[in-house]
């Protein structure tokens, strides 16, 4: 079936560095792609996404790139932050169900 | 506006113990969704639906049930709660416009232990 793999699962860097997290998907379908955070003991909220006919967008510090010929996408945090320590999950929309497979999540830390 | 709200926030059953969740949006969302998250994993979708009267199941749908009778609220039930049911249970909308995926807005979570 349809899956979406999220690697690394724990990243830890020093404040200030870049940080990123990458995923890939199996569903040639699969148009839409969110990235979310997640605070401990709070709901996930959305930062980015990115559709299929961009290859990449920015807000602020917060990037994504899609690569749709080999299936993958990226987040990039640039100049990070103690407040961006948390977990991240990627998703991929199913087709047209209107559903999202999610990554397994990346736990952010980041270093002082 | 209050986005997505979810009733109760904690809640611990015995096994075999029945209860519902309730989830509201007030943003005329379409679709919703009734997802699991167990301890440091990832989002599983247990059931959904893309309209009021509809549901659909997702990929946990065992041991539950819901209902869409109004569009702004979803039910999720546990008919006879088991111990592995303990988990974070999250509610989530989108708008669900025709030409393409959406941004999934999610609510507050409530926290199920069943002993």
């Known amino acids: 079936g349809e899956n979406v793999e999220q690697h690394p699962s724990t990243l830890s860097v020093q404040e200030g560095d870049s940080a990123v997290i990458k995923c890939t998907y199996s569903?040639?379908?699969?148009?839409?792609f969110p990235w979310y955070k997640q605070e401990l003991g709070k709901r996930p909220q959305l930062i980015i996404d990115?559709?299929?006919n961009v290859g990449e967008k920015k807000d602020q510090r917060i990037a994504v790139t899609l690569n749709k010929t080999a299936k993958h996408f990226s987040l990039h945090i640039t100049e990070t932050q103690p407040e961006d320590s948390a977990v991240y999950f990627c998703?991929?929309?199913?087709?047209?169900?209107?559903?999202?497979?999610w990554g397994a999540g990346t736990k952010l830390i980041i270093k002082p | 506006n209050a986005g997505v709200t979810q009733t109760p926030k904690f809640r611990v059953l015995k096994t075999g113990q029945s209860m519902t969740l309730l989830c509201a949006q007030d943003?005329?969302?379409?679709?919703m969704y009734w997802y699991r998250q167990d301890p440091g994993m990832g989002l599983r979708l247990i059931h959904y639906?893309?309209?009021?009267?509809?549901?659909a199941k997702g990929e946990v749908p065992d041991g539950y049930n819901v209902s869409r009778l109004k569009k702004q609220n979803f039910l999720l039930g546990l008919e006879s709660a088991a111990p592995s049911q303990t988990s974070v249970y999250f509610c989530?909308?989108?708008?669900?416009?025709?030409?393409?995926?959406?941004?999934?807005?999610f609510g507050p979570g409530t926290r199920l232990t069943v002993l």
């Open positions: 943003m005329n969302h379409e679709y």
């Open positions: 990115i559709r299929s």
């Open positions: 639906s893309v309209g009021e009267g509809t549901t």
């Open positions: 569903d040639s379908a699969s148009n839409y």
């Open positions: 989530a909308s989108s708008y669900g416009g025709a030409s393409h995926t959406d941004t999934q807005y």
């Open positions: 998703a991929a929309s199913k087709g047209s169900n209107y559903q999202l497979i």
